[in-house]
């Protein structure tokens, strides 16, 4: 065979595999951007959607009808820190140490989403609340940053898988997040909150600050609504990410309604009818939703809502002595009563959920990681325990009906959460009481003596529960 003919074979092999490789290349999925909310004491009636006619917040309320709502949707733990550990591991919060706000920090040694969507060809970022660490070791900030008790906490989102973050390290307040008034006004304090603050005003520093990296802090643009602020910072990375061609992946953690709330006159104006507190608490939540429908509008303009998946939620129940509202649940922030742990939270995905829905599936955060990977058919590189599951059948017209337990630590209470019944006890492991959540959602009757053999065999296994989170405590699954 001559050299020529030699030569003409391989380019003809060479351009037909080319030729397979383009076309499975065109056939190849795109994948989906990803948004994961978070609120902050949002309790599960502050937000229209879920009958509530007082707070305004008309762009959540379209999202969500547009969308698919949890009506039984838990944080995985009473108070925030946990549940925001559990929202990126998909693991109960106790298994890295992290037991309760402002405690522990996330260790490097846990695989998160955004590590495992940065191997996809994600781009990454962080936007808000952080309080998964500290975020500066050589000045005092917010709650324990600068602090030598808690330098070993020190941790910060680009150490987890993210490109880029913006973010404190806990609370601010939810208008003009840098400063608080030297005076306070007749029904403000510095621990509830404020009317927004007046040009003429004198101020006192917040003793907080908005991190971008390691020892750099933002100090442009921090006036104003807290929101707005985050917001401010999410366009210009989603932007950046359809001019690269890459999908991105966020988590964008808001303040709001977390104390101290501030808000404007223009936001309070709406609720002039109601006392000072409810126009301040109820104003925050209308401002932080205009910005949650902006950022969707952008989603639009780009031409890029279609194949965006948004989950929304909020950390765990509403603060005490707030107008935050659970409704007809039990209890509050801090209670693993279901006022305390059950959250607003809907998923919308306009190219694959169909909208319009509402389902009874009991989800929790650490669901997001495994129906994250299970979207995007990816394995959990780890043989180590998930706490969470799969929401994509339950989102997809599958079964309605969980079949892995919920379990759930915030001291003092221990809890296991089945399709239909809730064992819930001290950490002592004693005082049990038993809840039937399908008929009783308002945990008023203690079901325990009626049904001794079905909460001797969730104790069981609560107990077998609560040995792994131990094994994990200790650090063997690494």
């Known amino acids: ?19 397979c490789k383009e076309s499975k290349d065109l056939i190849t999925p795109k994948r989906p951007n990803i948004i994961l909310i978070m609120t902050d004491d949002q309790g599960w009636f502050d937000v229209g959607f879920n009958g509530n006619t007082e707070i305004r917040t008309p762009y959540l309320d379209s999202l969500a009808a547009n969308g698919i709502i949890f009506d039984r949707f838990y944080a995985a733990s009473a108070v925030c820190s946990p549940t925001r550990a559990s ?9 890295m140490n992290i037991p309760y706000a402002n405690n522990g920090h996330m260790l490097a040694e846990e695989i998160t989403i955004p590590e495992l969507l940065k191997k996809e060809g994600y781009r990454t970022a962080h936007f808000g609340k ?34 880029e973050f913006f973010c404190t390290e806990s609370k601010v307040p939810t208008y003009d997040p840098m400063v608080y008034p030297k005076k306070f006004k007749t029904g403000e304090s510095k621990h509830f909150g ?47 990410s359809v001019k690269e061609e890459k999908p991105f992946f966020s988590t964008i953690w808001f303040h709001t309604p977390h104390l101290p709330v501030v808000s404007d006159s223009l936001h309070r104006s709406y609720y002039k009818d109601l006392d000072l507190a409810k126009q301040i608490y109820n104003g925050t939540i209308t401002a932080m939703d205009k910005q949650i429908g902006r950022l969707w509008k952008e989603l639009e303009d780009r031409g890029i809502e279609e194949e965006t998946i948004l989950f929304f939620c ?11 509202s659970a409704g007809i649940f039990r209890d509050r922030k801090r209670s693993l009563y279901e006022g305390g742990i059950r959250v607003p939270a ?20 650490s669901d997001y990681l495994p129906t994250i990977l299970d979207i995007l058919d990816l394995e959990y590189p780890s043989d180590r325990p998930i706490d969470g599951t799969s929401l994509l059948a339950p989102l997809t017209g599958g079964s309605q009906e969980r079949m892995k337990p919920i379990g759930f630590i915030c001291k003092p209470q221990i809890s296991w959460v089945t399709n239909q019944y809730k064992l819930i006890g001290d950490e002592e492991l004693e005082n049990f009481e038993l809840y039937d959540l399908l008929h009783d959602k ?11 053999e079905i909460a001797a065999t969730m104790k069981v296994d609560l107990l077998d529960w609560l040995n792994s989170v131990e094994n994990s405590q200790k650090k063997n699954d690494y």
């Open 194 to 240: 404020w009317q927004a603050i007046q040009n003429n005003d004198s101020t006192e520093n917040y003793g907080t600050a908005y991190w971008l990296q390691e020892n750099v802090k933002e100090t442009q643009n921090l006036k104003g609504d807290n929101s707005k602020i985050i917001v401010d910072r999410v366009i210009p990375f989603i932007n950046t």
């Open 87 to 95: 929202l990126i591991t998909g693991r109960n919060p106790l298994r």
């Open 130 to 163: 952080w309080h998964l660490g500290t975020l500066t070791k050589t000045e005092l900030d917010a709650n324990r940053g600068g602090r030598p008790n808690y330098v070993n906490d020190y941790t910060i989102p680009t150490e987890h898988g993210y490109d």
């Open 314 to 324: 909020s950390d765990n129940g509403p603060e005490r002595a707030t107008p935050g």
């Open 346 to 365: 809907f998923a919308i995905w306009k190219d694959k959920f169909k909208g319009g829905q509402r389902i009874d599936y009991p989800a929790v955060t």
């Open 1 to 19: 065979m001559s050299v020529k003919i030699m030569v003409s074979l391989f380019l003809i092999a060479f351009i037909g595999m080319s030729s």
């Open 442 to 452: 308002s945990e008023e009757n203690n079901s325990i003596r009626d049904f001794p």
